[in-house]
């Protein structure tokens, strides 16, 4: 896999991972969503699911609960933010940030 192909790969995750707790959002808007199902929805695996999620908490899209240990996740759910609420229900942002591969 070369770097380009690689970057692809994180960029849909992380836009799966957005995608995902968005969903969630709507449907429980106080519910925290578990890392181990959305996880099984993006058909990642814990590790690289767990750096992106970090990643993306850095970026303020979403938070992490950490008041918890759930190995292998850095943290057993999480919730979108207003900021990740915002791209995602802006599609040409959304895509800016995190392009679709091909």
């Known amino acids: 896999m070369n770097a380009s192909t690689e970057t692809q790969d994180y960029?849909?995750?992380r836009r799966c991972i957005l995608k995902t707790l968005y969903e969630f959002f709507k449907t429980y808007p106080f519910g925290l969503a578990?890392?181990?199902s959305i996880d099984e929805t993006c058909q990642s695996n814990p590790?690289?699911?767990?750096?992106?999620?970090?990643?993306?908490e850095k970026c303020a899209y979403l938070e992490l609960d950490k008041s918890m240990d759930c190995p292998p996740y850095v943290s057993c759910t999480a919730t979108i933010t207003a900021k990740g609420i915002d791209l995602v229900e802006n599609p040409q942002k959304l895509e800016q940030k995190f392009p679709e591969a091909g």
């Open 11 to 13: 960029f849909a995750l």
């Open 34 to 36: 578990e890392l181990r």
């Open 47 to 56: 590790e690289l699911l767990n750096w992106n999620m970090v990643y993306l």
